[in-house]
């Protein structure tokens, strides 16, 4: 990441937004122990992978996409809102600074 850096939120996702080196999108999605065990965290992050490939995501961004608790037993479609909201919220963010 370079230039300025952003974080935006909500129940269950963490989204961390900053202008990328290069013109596509980079993700990485993680999960930490505060979610749960090793299959909770998979579950976790299978989920928001399913998420993300669900609509086209902003050109030119860095972005890390956390796992918070109850992710893996979130209903499907509100955790999707939820990881597409946070990351508009956190690219809106990085435009503006």
Do not use: F, W
């Not at 579950?43 to 972005?63: F, H, M, N, S, V």
């Not at 796992?67 to 503006?96: C, F, M, N, W």
């Amino acid at each position: 990441m370079i230039g300025a850096r952003c974080a935006a939120g909500s129940r269950h996702v963490l989204v961390h937004a900053g202008r990328g080196a290069v013109d596509h999108t980079r993700v990485a999605v993680v999960a930490g122990r505060r979610v749960g065990n090793a299959v909770m965290r998979n579950t976790a992050k299978r989920r928001i992978r399913a998420a993300l490939r669900e609509q086209p995501l902003p050109r030119g961004y860095d972005l890390v996409v956390s796992g918070k608790t109850g992710a893996d037993r979130a209903p499907y479609g509100q955790l999707r809102d939820e990881v597409h909201q946070s990351i508009s919220r956190a690219t809106a963010r990085v435009r503006l600074s």
